[in-house]
């Protein structure tokens, strides 16, 4: 079973910066897509930014420009950089991973973690 362990959530002034650092650890077979999901209170769980084992990246509209989304295979971690911080980014965020194994998929999810900007 894999395990992953999110960090470096905070709160910080608009305009600011955080970077968020997901880590798997535990029985840890091929990750293919990792990314970082965000719930903000009363609204659904939306996608922030994901990247492939080719590192190839998609950022939600939101985001574009201010995020960036990096990944380190041989540390089987992925890094979210967020910069020019605003009060809409406030969110619980979450870190996901995909494990490929034969033609199945394997979903696992980081316990979250927070991120409020204050005005």
């Known amino acids: 079973q894999m395990q992953l362990v999110e960090s470096g959530g905070g709160l910080v002034q608009a305009g600011g910066s955080l970077r968020l650092s997901c880590t798997a650890s535990g029985s840890i077979s091929s990750i293919s897509t990792m990314g970082w999901y965000r719930q903000a209170p009363g609204k659904q769980r939306e996608l922030v930014a994901t990247i492939t084992t080719g590192s190839t990246t998609n950022y939600a509209d939101s985001v574009k420009g201010r995020f960036t989304l990096s990944r380190d295979n041989a540390k089987n971690t992925v890094y979210l950089q967020m910069d020019n911080l605003k009060p809409e980014d406030t969110a619980v965020y979450y870190c996901?991973?995909?494990?490929?194994?034969?033609?199945?998929?394997?979903?696992?999810w980081g316990q979250g973690t927070q991120v409020t900007v204050s005005s």
């Open positions: 996901k991973m995909i494990v490929q194994i034969s033609l199945r998929s394997y979903v696992y």
